[in-house]
């Protein structure tokens, strides 16, 4: 076998249009629209850095099936430059971006190949000497939904004893949160006998498994709090003796991030606002070349507690922060030419408080004392879901015979249990720790 390297990516959504995210100032929001396409020329220009000998796009190249002329025109852009470096392209669509999708297409230059919607295997070679050194699989999604296991329809060349590549846009063993499209499993994949499984579809980082290879690379790009942290693809080093080794290459533009904030030390309003400042000028350190749109979720115990539960503070402060950063956003601009992107620009996107009151729970399990109860309850009920059935249901037996407060309460009961028992222990905690009496013998 030749040794050769290349490129795996998914899931681009090129001309995500971040319609979502309210509060945000225009220019903001352009370099949001912006995302994916800047994440897309870093995919490029590393292709090119690297001198891979292809790249694989698992699929969702395009957020939308009728892709704006814009995104059409940004690719075909990006896959000249790697024609002018000889650097092939294998793709295939997937559910954004079928080839039932109806708007015109842009031609596509003769490096860059398209998998149409019956399975098809392709030789790449090796740039520097032209040695046939992999078989590359495919297939696109016709339509949007495809409920069929296609990794069933893959199978390895039997006389090959090329790396085998397959590309495919599906949901492995049913992942949460994403439809269950292509629905196949590990086993599936694991017996077809390829390599290396370059997978899409879904947006969060994963190796399912090493022996063989089945990779999702996660999007290029973030575009919510929902997909947080570093995003971008694998550079893939297969060795002579067919071993490979991968290693994630960050692309996007604007990172998303949930961060942790303890309220443990802090007494006042002020240190609080400042101890938040500093935890946004130190993002910003952390990622001076890139945008950061953050949510800040406060946790632990303390006397903050009780100013955050009203939803007031937490709206004025950030309401502050977001007026901070537009200045800075606006100054930068002042000083800038107004095409490079602004440096390090931290934009709080929301607050939330999953803290607690200030209380030693350890004394107060122990304590004969309405709270102390109270707790001890919230423990038992916590493992036994009989015991929080009852609870409920006696404590919410008034309201039910209100049709609407009623469909509200099963709609309240298909949450998570543990989550709504532990907020209404904190609250009922929190609403009792202010009562002297709550703290009283039972
Ligand atoms: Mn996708």
Redesign the pocket.
């Known amino acids: 076998m030749n040794n050769f390297r290349f490129l795996h990516a998914?899931?681009l959504?090129l001309d995500t249009p971040f319609s979502g995210m309210s509060g945000v100032p225009d220019r903001l929001r352009a370099y949001l629209r912006e995302s994916t396409f800047a994440a897309f020329n870093h995919l490029i220009e590393l292709a090119i850095q690297e001198e891979v000998d292809f790249v694989v796009i698992s699929?969702?190249i395009y957020?939308a099936a009728d892709s704006s002329l814009r995104a059409q025109l940004r690719l075909r852009e990006g896959w000249d430059k790697l024609g002018k470096h000889g650097i092939p392209v294998y793709f295939i669509r997937?559910?954004?971006d079928p080839l039932s999708s109806r708007r015109l297409r842009l031609a596509l230059p003769p490096h860059v190949k398209e998998f149409g919607a019956e399975v098809e295997s392709v030789t790449a070679v090796r740039r520097r000497d032209g040695q046939p050194v992999a078989v590359v699989t495919g297939i696109s999604y016709k339509t949007a939904a495809v409920n069929d296991n296609l990794s069933l329809q893959y199978h390895r060349e039997p006389d090959s004893s090329l790396y085998h590549i397959a590309l495919l846009?599906a949901n492995v063993d049913g992942q949460e949160g994403?439809d269950a499209y292509a629905p196949c499993s590990l086993a599936d994949l694991r017996a077809s006998g390829y390599d290396y499984w370059a997978l899409?579809?879904?947006?969060k980082r994963q190796i399912l498994c090493e022996a063989p290879w089945v990779v999702y690379p996660g999007?290029i790009q973030g575009r919510s709090l929902k997909e947080t942290g570093p995003k971008g693809c694998y550079i893939v080093d297969v060795q002579e003796n067919g071993e490979a080794e991968l290693s994630f290459q960050r692309l996007e533009q604007v990172v998303w991030l949930e961060v942790g904030l303890p309220i443990d030390d802090l007494d006042t309003e002020e240190a609080w606002k400042t101890r938040v400042e500093e935890r946004l000028d130190e993002l910003r350190e952390e990622e001076p070349g890139k945008i950061t749109v953050v949510r800040l979720v406060f946790t632990g115990r303390g006397p903050l507690h009780t100013l955050l539960q009203s939803e007031g503070e937490t709206t004025e402060l950030l309401q502050e922060l977001r007026r901070q950063e537009s200045l800075r956003l606006t100054e930068l601009d002042l000083h800038a030419d107004s095409s490079l992107l602004p440096q390090g620009i931290v934009w709080p996107a929301s607050l939330r408080a999953e803290t607690g009151t200030e209380l030693d729970r350890e004394q107060l399990l122990s304590e004969d004392s309405f709270l102390g109860e109270l707790l001890r309850l919230g423990d038992k009920a916590s493992s036994d879901e009989e015991l929080l059935g009852d609870i409920a249901a006696q404590a919410l037996a008034t309201l039910e015979g209100n049709r609407q407060i009623r469909r509200q309460l099963k709609e309240l009961w298909t949450m998570d249990k543990a989550d709504l028992l532990r907020r209404a222990e904190e609250m009922a905690a929190t609403l009792l720790a202010e009562e002297p009496e709550g703290r009283l013998p039972s």
């Open positions: 998914a899931d959504h699929g969702d957020d997937g559910n954004h846009h994403h899409g579809h879904i947006h999007n």
